[in-house]
């Protein structure tokens, strides 16, 4: 059962961080790497866990590259269960100078936070996940501070239906955010007062009920792959809403100008 894939480079080399869902019913991110663009052979566990500062499950990864001083940084972060629990409380980070071998996670902030994301807007890099508090959802945001701490979170959305995973694609060097719900993909933007708002008038993605079984009839987990010549997505499927065995990941490519003739931009930073 495997969820939420990364893919970055290295070199010319495809390479993905995703979420495998052990024996023990604990979460743990796992490596993979391409023989191909989408032939993926499983490498095993990015960290020696007898050194992990926390006891839970650790999920929901995100590579972010940076090139500084002509020598490339792979950032990762993710969501931790630190205790031991089923729910997540942190967001940790690591850093890697060959996307292969991970340094030890450090806690960036605490909060009930899932499937971060992280992007430049206006030149200040910033941080979105989902978070979950009783009953209800809400989509928070901190900005990433130079010195390596971060700023206080922020609820930029409080849809009034449940919400999940989220996924960012850059149009006209916008971030645009797919924000997942219960039936549909929604894109959504950051305006001038950092909130986010609709960036389109209708879902991108519907999903129907069907009789036909699918292993993704139901998609989420999305990241857009963008350092590529073909615009890709990955993401994880499963059959229905709560099956929680048989999750797989798949690629699909995606018309980066159809997409951009749907969305109004209009408000975006």
């Not at 019913?25 to 490596?31: A, C, E, F, S």
Request: glycine share 8%; with cysteine.
């Amino acid at each position: 059962h495997v969820e939420y894939p990364s893919v970055f480079k290295v070199g010319d080399v495809n390479t993905m961080l995703y979420s495998a869902y052990g024996d023990d019913h604990r979460w743990r991110i796992k490596l993979a790497t391409a023989n191909n663009d989408t032939n993926y052979v499983k490498q095993g566990n990015i960290f020696d866990e007898k050194m992990l500062p926390f006891k839970g499950a650790y999920a929901f990864p995100f590579v972010r590259k940076k090139l500084a001083n002509s020598a490339t940084t792979y950032e990762l972060y993710f969501s931790v269960t630190e205790d031991g629990s089923s729910a997540y409380s942190a967001i940790y980070r690591s850093f890697s100078t060959n996307g292969l071998y991970w340094g030890a996670p450090k806690k960036l902030l605490t909060d009930s936070a899932l499937d971060p994301v992280v992007f430049t807007q206006n030149g200040r890099d910033k941080i979105m996940y989902t978070s979950t508090v009783g009953d209800k959802n809400f989509v928070k945001l901190a900005e990433l501070k130079a010195d390596g701490g971060v700023g206080t979170s922020n609820t930029v959305l409080s849809p009034q239906g449940g919400i999940y995973t989220l996924g960012v694609v850059h149009i006209n060097s916008k971030p645009v955010f797919f924000v997942e719900t219960q039936n549909s993909w929604d894109a959504y933007c950051l305006n001038a007062s950092d909130k986010l708002v609709p960036a389109s008038h209708e879902p991108i993605v519907v999903f129907k009920e069907s009789t036909e079984k699918r292993w993704d009839g139901l998609k989420y987990g999305m990241y857009f792959f963008e350092e590529t010549e073909t615009p890709t997505i990955y993401y994880n499927g499963i059959e229905a809403h709560g099956i929680e065995q048989g999750g797989q990941i798949g690629v699909a490519s995606y018309n980066a100008a159809s997409l951009a003739s749907k969305l109004d931009l209009a408000q975006c930073q």
